[in-house]
């Protein structure tokens, strides 16, 4: 297992850890300035700006670009706001090319607006991802699945587990053309009995990994997550599992956390990144 | 399936669902009065009472009880402490024989105070489960397994899915004897993307089925659960397999709803229980 301690360029640090507060400028300095190998966005701090200027600030910064965060959730009530929705990730998908992001994170969605079939939205979810690979395909962007925590699955991801987004990418995309995969986020999977097995079948599929913590007493399970340390997981005991599955990328913080992490700034956030880093995870 | 329209009969109440507001016996009282055939009790309202004085209430008022609950967590930081659930549960599980309660349910709990280990706190679980069996079996008593939904798996159960529950049941006893099985609850179940094969794996296994909802905008994962139908889930779907896969038991309701339900009165949640009972479930 890789050692991260010293080694920041091993790591990536997500935007969504620094709490959108400062300019994309000044986060990419700041990261690049603690020795950070990459950086990962969210569309929220692109769209709308010039996207070729930013993805020149992180090629001076000399940041790799890890993910660009996120879909637009899939599942739709009207075949109209479907459609909608696979236009809008494909526009995604073209942004993040031209940011060289090697991921484009699908956070798929839940249940569709007013339903209760969560085996349709499923249904939909393989559908779109079976289009959006091939826009990936053409833009040279590759497409991560991320398996959100089952707490999710009516609001914000009916794709649940690893195995299921494994059995997605099995019927959509050939491992070895290595253009659909999974991210894993030690938040959303830490849970699962057959975690071991599950991230072991994954070999050849791992795209991203993300860490942060469960804290015990979670108030809020979007944004109270933990810095790396803080909580329940054994976050390098699913490392070594996910390095077994021969996955070499940057490990990747990112720590949704209203009341703490984001109220601080943003210096101190990486500075402890950095060290939990190193020390747990 | 059954048509659980004007048949309360085939309803239970847990009593968690009336906030533990009224006596235990008022409660029983006005059960029955509904035409509800079962009651589900909690430690809480027995353990220091006069067991066999509620026991006859219950008997009196032609009440099944479809469970006891709940067992004291197991995973423990010392063997002492270990040890010390056990025999609480031990006692627990006496009482429920005298109650006459068909189960004794099981929620294992998390992860051990201080520690990070799930598959430690698994092993507990069944160490400690397969004395347990040996001691309903004494008491004729069975011990259902009730897996919990994911988002517990660090403070109350790390027993999650109905898989892993079955692997348990099937390791420490057979599924002819009837001892041990699970207990199925749609708010902790309903987000699994292996839900049909994993009830019609649970055949003859499934001791109860609760009943209540999952809010699209759930405030608080313990105490915010749903009457049903002002949710997501399809109960009625989920219903469906459990019936294919046998269950004839009673379906009893289980809704812990702080800020709404626990602060109606018990006739107003004991009439719309009922009636959703007929139209949604």
Known sequence: MRDLAGHPELCAINTATLGFTAPIGEVIEAVARHGFGGIALWRREVEGQ????IALLIRDAKLKVTGYCRSTFIPAATVKEFRASIEDNKRAIADASVLGAENFVMVVGGLAPGSKDLAAARRQVAEATAELVVHGREHGVKIALEPLHPV???????????DEALDLCDRLAPASEKMLGVCLDVYHIWWDPALERAIDRAKGRILGFHVCDWL????DVLNDRGMMGDGVIDIRAIRAMV??????GLVEVEIFSAANWWRRPIEETLKVCK???GTVC
């Open 275 to 277: 060290e939990r880093l």
């Open 50 to 53: 010039d996207v070729k200027r």
């Open 152 to 162: 999710y699955a009516a609001d914000r991801s009916c794709l649940s587990t690893i």
């Open 243 to 248: 390095e077994k599955a021969r996955y070499r």
């Open 216 to 219: 015990l007493e979670t108030k």
